[in-house]
T-cell receptor, first 113, second 113 residues
Framework: EAGVTQSPTHLIKTRGQQATLRCSPI?????VYWYQQALGLGLQFLLW???????NRGNFPPRFSGRQFPNYSSELNVNALELEDSALYLC????????????FGDGTRLSIL | LAKTTQPISMDSYEGQEVNITCSHN???????ITWYQQFPSQGPRFIIQ???TKVTNEVASLFIPADRKSSTLSLPRVSLSDTAVYYC??????????????FGSGTRLQVQP
């Protein structure tokens, strides 16, 4: 069974640019989650999508946005990139019911120059 | 709100059984206990989840006493590749309603040859 896949593995951008990160969930999972992990820091919850709808959002500015497609894959978009956006962005997926464990991909390393 | 306490670090040797205990005195009735493993620059990997008694899968066992105020992750016959950080998540760290996981400091397991 394929796990959660994320692309690209690495992404280099400059300040002010826009970045798009992609995630494919495990087959059968309808919920997708995005997290940010800055170097040396813990995971910060960004977004939760289920059945194409945004269900919850973490404490991030509106320039962080995303969407979920009918096939349950998801995109994270970050506009007006800032230096502090440099981090590992992790996507996770799960079945939609409560208490279902989240399964993570290996992330996209976003570097802002 | 549940708060977990784990040892900061543990050392072991290849072939030994490793037991990592997590304390969660304020666990709520509906809380599940979930363990993750994380290697540097990779996403957390789901290991096992349980509610009570004992759960076993192909990689680990989870022991939960009747009062559920602690849990023990058991890794049989560890190898060098088991060197990683192990996280125990319970209660608000799982935040079922918001689906926002919060990882604490975890236990850094070092396996020696």
């Amino acid at each position: 069974e394929a796990g959660v896949t994320q692309s690209p593995t690495h992404l280099i951008k400059t300040r002010g640019q826009q970045a798009t990160l992609r995630c494919s969930p495990i087959s059968g999972h309808t919920s997708v989650y995005w997290y940010q992990q800055a170097l040396g820091l813990g995971l910060q919850f960004l977004l939760w999508y289920d059945e194409g709808e945004e269900r919850n959002r973490g404490n991030f500015p509106p320039r962080f946005s995303g969407r979920q497609f009918p096939n349950y894959s998801s995109e994270l978009n970050v506009n007006a990139l800032e230096l502090e956006d440099s981090a590992l962005y992790l996507c996770a997926s799960s079945f939609p019911e409560d208490n279902q464990p989240q399964h993570f991909g290996d992330g996209t390393r976003l570097s802002i120059l | 709100l549940a708060k977990t306490t784990q040892p900061i670090s543990m050392d072991s040797y290849e072939g030994q059984e490793v037991n990592i205990t997590c304390s969660h005195n304020n666990i709520a009735t509906n809380d599940y206990i979930t363990w993750y493993q994380q290697f540097p620059s990779q996403g957390p990997r789901f290991i096992i989840q349980g509610y009570k008694t004992k759960v076993t899968n192909e990689v680990a066992s989870l022991f939960i006493p009747a009062d559920r105020k602690s849990s023990t992750l058991s890794l049989p016959r560890v190898s060098l590749s088991d060197t990683a950080v192990y996280y125990c998540l319970v209660g608000d760290e799982v935040d079922t309603g918001r689906r926002a996981l919060t990882f604490g400091s975890g236990t850094r397991l070092q396996v020696q040859p």
